[in-house]
């Protein structure tokens, strides 16, 4: 049995690639999926496909036609989803992928410090399992294929 | 035909008041549900009804649950849902509660700054109408009205 | 007990007039709800609400978001819903809400000439009912009321 | 992981081929269903499987009944899908499973020159993206392989 | 509080009248809908409102559709479904509303006499309820209401 | 606004009736709907209803059906779903009720003695509030209606 | 691409052979699902597993239960399903089989003579595809497979 | 074909282990998932991965949480689910497993012996087959492949 796991997050940094490397050590059948991670392509895909835009907001709803069309598709493929909110970044969309997999009632992984409880408190509380790093997002992933 | 609206965003001012008096104003058969918005008894509504909680962190989740469970009843008897954002305060629970509404099929109004239209823009996408301020809202709410 | 009828069709005639009108003669429980009749309001609401836009395209889809937010809220108030097509405008937009409500499993009762049987096949097998004028679609109405 | 394309349009010529073609480039892991797209087959196929009908219309029903099983099986199997819209034909069954694909919430690419922008307003809003070209189109289905 | 009680079953004597008038007397709240009762009504409401069909087998076609969206509205408002079978008659349009009425989840109780045990097994299985006369299926409702 | 709420739980001794009291003494639109609870006549309802059954076991499922059909057609009803669970009974009934909601994303609140903690902690954490007293949801119930 | 067809019908003689044999010799990748075909057996069944049962009704009710077992897991994974209507038997099960598809939205193809078209009249509304013979049937499948 | 069969019942004692061995020798297509068979690994899981928590309710909300979460996904794989009832232990969370499965509408076999007929005469009612051994229950499900 495989599950297919969606991250969704902030795409300034490489914390994915610490989960899909711990997976592939800890050799558990995961597939993970998620966002263009290529922070300027996934601004920028909205004119590179569609041609240039009269403005910013513009230019930022044609990127966004194309991101969330990528999510929709590959978080319909999701077994689960884990969401990681850290201090940086205002993370909205975060919030839109995490609360959109609750209320489809995928099962959610909310990854988040303890110093964010407080303006996490709703989305924690509708998640159905809270840590505080990505290592323990895995460890209850992995919990899941022991017999 | 009477609609219900549920207003979501931060409750640390009256903007909600506001909304609800252009209404009244308008003579639209609109009825307004939402959060607590003393923002003291929403933090403190767990503990006051589940008594003393080990720590901050565990206070928040006790209140979470009473503030979710009103949110859950609530935008159930909702028609149509207007998230509010501002520049300040992370409003991750707003961006729960949009998300949440456009992922169950409410119609959902988004109003936001133009400043905020990149952090936002995911969102957006998924909102059936974004507009700058309250007053826009209203107007389409009042435009569903004419005959 | 009374029936909400969502008249999905073209703006350009009064066609639901005489439908209203037939009902009231006919003494039927029914209350009906439809787009924006008027056509030059329908087209100009996005920028008199969100203010002009950059070119026509953005124009329409101002419009759009807002003519669609109110037929999401009146369609979902209804029992069945009521399609005409005509010779007529491209009524593309006709052709979704009728399809919407085959989709939703809201009962659609389709008007069209015998003309249009062919452009329509597809369409008319989705739909509850095919008939060829308003006053056969009110007489269908009428039986449901009778004991 | 593989997607599976419904392709919905008129059926008069060869669109479909150079979508197909572009994604073998492409290498794109990408199986494309859509209707018959021999014009006249699909026409009679009503009277080649239940015998000649009475006239031309329960000869389009007829017709229409096995099409429609067609599309629902197989749109069933769609991951997303891409509906075109040209200047002729009056494409109807176009708009309607576009606006199937949509109200079942499933992902919607949108190609329809931008001449006609204005009789697609609503159903642009309602697709997750509008383009003006298949290869356009391509390009986005692309985008969601990307690491 | 009151209840919808759709009343499937044969149209060819009145013991839906017997079912009204014991929940009369015995003075529950409870709304009655049903299928047109008049038998030739029901068969000519096709051709009444389409017009002369081809066949007999199109103007059945015509009858259903119109007798089928009555039923769609009506089943829709109700809050539980009683389906009564009996010896005569192939009841096959019953055996269809009883299972829809299942199929979607509407709580279902099924009247049939104690002789029709084995045809309907299968159908006996997915009723909430089974029992041999109307007069049960009242006491059943009526219990119900009791406090 | 008003809200329906289901009770769930023993019949064994009158805890609804301090919840129904405590409710109108804080004036809350509330109304309540539950089982049947004279526990003799909810057990032989079905031997009432349907004659004598051959053993205990048929004698119970007859009941069963009768008691889940009113379960069924009034916690439909309700707008939120309260479960008390005691020490005595084994209350694999209220379990089902209780998961029932949860599962139909009807919100929960769970009263439990903090000494059942262990043996609920599966069905706690599925509901949107746990409290120890009645009283205690019963103030959770009339936040939802604070402004 | 491969489909899963339910076969639901009288289970007195070998129709569903000649489908699947006709299938094969048309090479349509397509697996068959249906009911146990062995009469004595589907009917013993309950008796079988369960031992013996008070009575008659008793008896039926424990074979339906597994029976019923046995057709919700087939016609979970069905794309589609046919069902098979002739002039014997009661066939209720069939009709039970047949709505219940139609309800869950599932594609259903109506097998039946010309002679049933007015019993059967609401069921073959209901239906994607009303044929007369297995023959039809099949080519209709094919028709889905062709380029 | 192959089904995914989720085993819940108490964790206590190596039933399931019974089930896999009469599968394996009946040479039966299944998969068998189920909750952690290791008590004390259940229990402690959410300490283990989340660390010490303030006291024995929050370490239970703490593994119920990793233990829900394995649940659900897991549960939501499965074709069919067995849950198993015996004389030890308070079984709520198998009763939640139960009534999820049932009103998730998934298939449902519940195993109990004939002593427990009174405490489980709802959920009874509600599953879709009632047995009182394992071996019962694999042979209603090697019955679904036979041909």
């Known amino acids: 049995m495989e599950l297919t796991v969606y991250l969704a997050g902030q795409i300034h940094d490489d914390w994915r690639e610490q989960i899909k490397s711990q997976a592939k ?47 929709d598709i590959l978080m319909n493929k999701a077994d689960v989803v884990v969401a990681l909110f850290g201090e940086k970044y205002k993370q909205w969309n975060t919030a839109m992928d995490a609360a959109r997999a609750a209320a489809l009632h995928k099962p959610l992984i909310l990854i988040r410090p303890e110093a964010l409880h ?17 290592q323990q997002a895995m460890q209850a992933l992995s919990y899941i294929f022991e017999s």
């Open 25 to 71: 050590d800890m050799n558990l059948p995961l597939t993970f999926v998620g966002p263009m991670e290529d922070h300027e392509r996934s601004d920028n895909i909205g004119e590179e496909i569609l041609g240039k835009q009269p403005n910013a907001i513009f230019k930022d709803e044609a990127a966004s036609s194309i991101n969330n069309l990528r999510t």
């Open 118 to 134: 407080h303006p996490l408190k709703e989305l924690s509380s509708k998640a159905s399992l809270v840590v505080e790093t990505p």
